[in-house]
């Protein structure tokens, strides 16, 4: 849903399934692929490119789109997150009373969300050792670490630090010792089942 809002701030025509999410800027890139083509001319006929400024604005641009395009992801995920830690810790420091009501859970749940910048790294950089050979990092947060300059993996271990610390802080001191366990084990077979039923069932009828 970040992906889909994104694309619409921004003026795009944006569709969204029951996987991903899209946006349609072919006008923009067909004007770059014949620009490109353009300079590539000039370049072989050793002349001068008169639109140089035209093609690097455009390209710029079409960069730029990419880049809040594939934040908006990952933004809404921490940005839900985020929000329900900081209400679980206003609620640990203004509550007198220890017993967590329904509102709680559910800000667990929500806060929880922060565990997708833990085991995307994770899952990735064990299917670059086992699998793939050379691909260590995936999803969203090695394309804004490519825009940002930075090495593949910065912004996934980045949030993967700070994922890691607030979930443990969810599960080991907001948590109730008592209801631990069977928290940690129903969201492991609920992710699971979750998943499976959604890619493989319900997605592809519900939003193809």
Known sequence: MGHWTAAKIMGYDATINYRSANYDDSE???QLYQLFSEKNSAEEQSTEFAKESEYLNLKKEVDRDSFYFTLGGVLQTILFGTLAFVWLLYRRKKSTNPQLNFTDYIAIFFSL???REIFNPLISVVQGLFLSGSIY???DEPKLSKYLGLPEGA???FLAVIGGMICYYVIYKILPKE???TF???GLVGGILG???W???LGPVVMP
């Open 184 to 186: 940690i084990d129903a």
């Open 199 to 201: 890619m493989r069932l």
């Open 113 to 115: 969300f922060w565990l």
């Open 155 to 157: 912004v996934s271990i």
């Open 179 to 181: 209801k631990r366990s």
């Open 28 to 30: 923009k890139l067909n």
């Open 137 to 139: 990092f995936g999803g």
């Open 195 to 197: 998943y499976l039923l």
